[in-house]
């Protein structure tokens, strides 16, 4: 209990950018999403657009306003919602926007309001969260500001994506087939919704042997330059919300200095490039210099993590004065290989908390393993926890906890669920079940996930898992090699600066432990980012604080399907 | 009032095919719709399957039985509705199965169970009733006997439809875009589900320029013999679910006697081959012969009524003792030209209700005039009907009545709506309204719907709209050439023999007359039954019984969406 009052103390001192009560304001839009022919990587597709543009609009708000956004769903038979990712939703839990968690999805026709606070400034983006409709195109930048931050630099603002050519509803018809059908890599990398299928603006250095691309600058494809002035401070605003797709994105002849980590500063360090997880967003400083005569410098993001198989997305840094049409003097970045993952752990351990942030508390009250798996069940292939793999039901959990409806809470596992399992080859017995079941915290504890990772179904393999946490930030204790081993690695732990964070990733073959306390009463999803692999059940889900969930004055229209739907019409029968 | 009378004394003499209470049954089934890939035309495509089979399972019951279905929605993101074609659901329009119209559409994860009477024989069949689905394989045959009819020989059913390589929420999008994109004309036809892409079985004669199709007999899309034996009478139950194409279909060497259409007993007729718009059944007798030795023939089905550019589906009607390998001798019956509009209504106009058949009441109460007409919305292509075309609200108009929520009524329009309207240029003003509007029916109304026909925007062309009806069965009073004159044309009218129908061809520049009586309370879609037409707005909807409506017993399951949710869900607040 004192661990959890000095947390509290220590975290209101870290108001570099909070938001003072007074200076509240509204950001109010009516959004409507449909499908829309778009070319986002000079090809024809279909993307799910807001009021008409891809990806929807940029949210800008200020630290400590009121966002309220009403989406009215113009598809024709698909349903919707909106996750609003990296925004706590503290005291707002059915805002989150996770289909069948907290909120029902939104029918074609009908129009669900979202509201909640944005606490604190921060780099954040928004996306769909039910089927694979982020992979459909359905996502935007969420900004945050606050007058307090020291930060103020002019800005702009990157929002990296992957794009198929395979519809969303096919991808997820392709991994829920028997025998599942791969979706395979992204056709395309897109900054801003931008890119180009199948060729490189950097094609005459004959760069992976691609043709130089073709199109006019007019072309929706056609990438957004950064224009920017000599000696100067720029912000980048990175979010990756990408499908499959972990990314490097480097400047050519510019460093980067990191500053911003899922909408919490970090202790500033000074790299060549960054890794960037589905899931996680960066601020970085780019100071320019003072290239005589002006030029153009490449800016790369290219995939890490999987064997590419798509080329580099590419835009220009443009300094003032260079030729507009004179083609760059040398080539882009080439993006580190893909499988030096000790290059990405290197990464990801120079990311400390920036001062002022407090340390995680001493002590946890509770650990939970999580034991990611590769399966199969009847032949389909799943990914499991625990052995189990989620299958998120009809009814939001939000709603059953709120309304005591039956629900299936899930035992933590001891230390053994690693213990006994070889996570160095192909599983033993590969058979996982489908569950509902969910976990079960109380207020006021403080929990420490472990994440295990291990070998994939066939081959030796093991694979990047970006795991996000909804309704919190962590701290990230620390990442490991092989099996985690209790009373070892927990002793490794960082309490003094680990990083606060939204999402983490969990590196082959090994652990990440993070930590959080129980503070914010809801329904959180906790999820591999990667877009296929939570439709294929790669995720737990948190019910926290159920005695509080009960007394929720959770909005009906959050609840309109499902058990919660029969119960209210039941009630109202006369 | 005593039209009235007398009509239902003598409708209750048409107990040929009609149930007695005490044999009535139930049949019930569980039912699972989701995506699956399947090759209906020889390539892969993706079909709303049901528990795993395209087209659905053919529901057989026996008139008077109560047929159950509960369909749990397994699509990912995309809600259904199956509407059961041809069933009048006397008491349960509820069961009725139109989104938007009847029910709200059930959501993924969730079940809704149909429940209604099939209160005759008859052929009819079900199909998807929300977005385009139905152009999704969303269908099936649904075959309603009785031990009291006349007509018992070996059966064969026929579905036929049309097939699309474009998924039908791209052919949605594409038909919402402005400008309009036309989706052309089918990749395929099917016939029970079975079709070959871009070749003819018949390619050896070299049929169309085709090439011979290459399949095995294992294949999802080899075509279903029909293997007969000589000297026999079958009875072929034909339907169309077609998205878009008219149909015409022919036996080689055989002739058709036509005797049931839309479910209704018909005065039998004897054909060559018959024209089957989409939304129609019919019974045919097929008497074979004793071909020696035993051969094969073609049976053909071809498109008819807009230029076609499918081949035709052939199926092959396989005599006992024919050869298993052989090729047939001759090539397949050529579809009649698709613009000898003469010869299709010549086809219609030899259509007459079987002895026994109430003849229509002599005299209508209301005529409801309804100018089928091509227009625009501000850039966008719409049907309209009336200059409104249709848009279905998000909560279902059966709600709205029940629950006396607001509701536009539209009033019915004199017979100046035609009078001053070029039917034979483009629209002067071509714009339209997107409009909710639905027409009151009083009870124990005799109604007359004259349909009129129109040049479309651009052009000197007029389609033809198959229009259907649910909740009834109408008398087809005749159909004219030109625009329909008051006074005169309907003087011609069949008041005799006139067939009873669901569905009913509007040919174009002409018009149809039909006549029911408001005799079955409840909410009832009247559209043109080409789904991209309907897509676009081309239907209308009748409120018939509002008083009785709104002291239904609607199960609440069907409501629980839109404003009908939000009303329930209030009430049971506490």
């Known amino acids: ?40 990587d000079c090809t024809e597709g279909v993307v799910i657009a807001i009021n008409g543009t891809f990806p929807g ?50 029918n074609p026709g009908e129009t669900f309001t979202y509201k909640f606070t944005v606490d604190k400034a921060g780099t954040h983006f928004y996306h769909g969260h039910y089927g694979m409709q982020r992979s459909a195109g359905l996502y935007g930048m969420m900004v945050v500001r606050s007058p307090k931050e020291t930060l103020h630099y002019d800005e702009f603002n990157l929002l990296l994506s992957d794009w ?16 599942m059908r791969w979706i395979g ?27 130089e691309c073709n199109f006019t600058k007019d072309d929706p494809c056609a990438p957004t330059t950064l224009r920017v002035e000599p000696n100067k401070v720029y912000r980048l605003r990175i979010a990756s919300t990408t499908s499959l ?21 970090v202790a500033p360090f000074t790299v060549g490039d960054i890794d960037i997880y589905s899931g996680e967003t960066y601020s970085v400083l780019l100071r320019t210099h003072n290239p005589s005569p002006p030029r153009k410098y490449w800016i790369s993001v290219g995939v890490r993590g999987r064997k590419p198989n798509t080329p580099q997305a590419l835009t220009v840094l443009h300094y003032a004065g260079a030729s507009e049409s004179e083609r760059l003097p040398f080539p882009p970045r080439e993006t580190p290989r893909w499988d030096d993952f000790n290059r990405s752990k290197n990464f990801s351990k120079k990311i400390f908390a920036a001062k002022g942030y407090p340390p995680p508390p001493e002590k ?53 669920i690693i213990e006994n399992y070889d996570i160095n080859h192909p599983p033993v017995n590969p058979n996982t079940t489908v569950s509902s079941g969910i976990y079960n915290l109380t207020m006021g504890m403080v929990v420490d996930v472990i994440l295990q990772n291990s070998n994939v179904l ?51 073959y090994g652990w990440t432990a993070l930590r959080f306390v129980t503070d914010n009463p809801g329904v959180w999803f906790f999820h591999c980012h990667i877009e296929p692999h939570l439709h294929m059940g ?26 919660t739907r029969e119960m209210f019409m039941n009630q109202g029968r006369h």
């Not at 113009?74 to 839990?93: A, D, F, M, Y």
């Not at 395979?166 to 028997?178: G, W």
């Not at 990314?247 to 500053?259: I, K, P, S, T, Y």
């Not at 604080?545 to 609840?559: C, H, T, W, Y």
């Open 1 to 40: 209990m004192s661990v959890i009052v000095w947390w509290l103390v220590t975290a209101v001192m870290v108001a570099a950018h909070s938001a003072s009560a007074g200076s509240a304001g509204v950001v109010e839009s009516y959004w409507e999403v449909e499908n829309q022919f778009r070319s986002p």
């Open 57 to 106: 609009p940029t949210i800008y708000a200020n630290a400590g306003d009121t966002v309220i956004i009403h989406v009215k769903n113009k598809l024709s038979t698909e349903n919707v919602v909106i996750h609003w990712h990296g925004i706590r939703q503290n005291g707002t839990p059915w805002s989150d926007g996770a289909a069948g968690v907290t909120q029902c999805p939104i």
């Open 164 to 179: 198929w050519h395979l519809s969303s509803t096919l991808q997820e018809l392709s991994l829920s087939s028997k025998p």
């Open 185 to 211: 890599e992204p056709q395309s990398l897109l900054i801003n919704g931008r890119g180009q299928f199948d060729c490189s603006q950097a094609g005459y250095f004959n760069e992976g042997g691609l043709k």
């Open 245 to 265: 797709a972990s990314l490097n994105l480097a400047v050519e002849g510019h460093q980067l200095e990191v500053v911003e980590a899922d909408g919490n500063y």
């Open 364 to 416: 946890s009250n509770a650990q939970l393993f999580l034991l990611n798996t590769q399966n199969l069940m009847e032949g389909y292939t799943k990914w499991a926890i625990n052995n189990l793999s989620l299958s998120v039901p009809a009814t939001p959990y939000i709603g059953s906890i709120r309304y005591g409806l039956p629900l299936e809470y899930l035992t933590f596992p001891g230390p053994e």
């Open 458 to 508: 066939k081959g030796e393999i093991s694979e990047v898992h970006p795991w996000h946490l909804h309704g919190h930030d962590f701290w990230v204790l620390g990442y490991g090699e092989g099996k985690f081993q209790p009373g070892v690695d927990d002793k490794r732990y960082n309490l003094t600066n680990a990083p606060l964070r939204n999402t983490v990733a969990l590196y082959p």
């Open 538 to 563: 790669m995720g737990v889900v948190f019910a926290e604080g159920v005695d509080q969930i009960a007394k929720m004055n959770i909005p009906r229209e959050a609840l309109g399907c499902g058990s």
